[in-house]
């Protein structure tokens, strides 16, 4: 119970951000946004509890709630393919300007090198090791 309200007065100063970002990658959809950070807090408060010395800090808390976000994308997109539902060309062209955005946006927040990681392993499906082999890195 005590970790709860320690947990709760560690991230309350980080809440406005927080909120603002997962508003951004939601795409302006409030809804979305709420799911995201909901789901966000779940993910640092397991993750708090595990490692209670972890410092919280912006970046870390940017990095939990894009990857809630990634595995979200990554789970509607495995449940349309898993249905096989044939989609119309206008959810093609709005599934393509997803994922450009997408793109655009882990282009604005990461080095390069970071980006075509996330590329080769989130799109081709590399694994890490075998991208890390690409780009002549660990």
Known sequence: MAFDSEFSSLITPFMPLLRRYCLQLASGSSWDAEELLQESLIKLHRSLSRSQD????????????????????????????????????REYEEDG??????????????????????????IFLFTAKE??????ST
């Open 54 to 89: 972890r410092p919280i800090t912006k970046a870390y808390l940017y990095q939990v709630a894009r990857s809630v976000w990634i595995d979200s994308y990554r789970k509607q997109r495995r449940q349309a393919m898993l249905s096989g539902d044939d989609l119309t060309e």
């Open 97 to 122: 300007f997803l994922i450009r955005e997408t793109i655009e946006l882990i282009a604005d927040r990461l080095t390069a090198k970071q980006t075509v990681l996330v590329i080769l392993v989130d």
């Open 131 to 136: 991208a890390a082999q690409l780009i002549e």
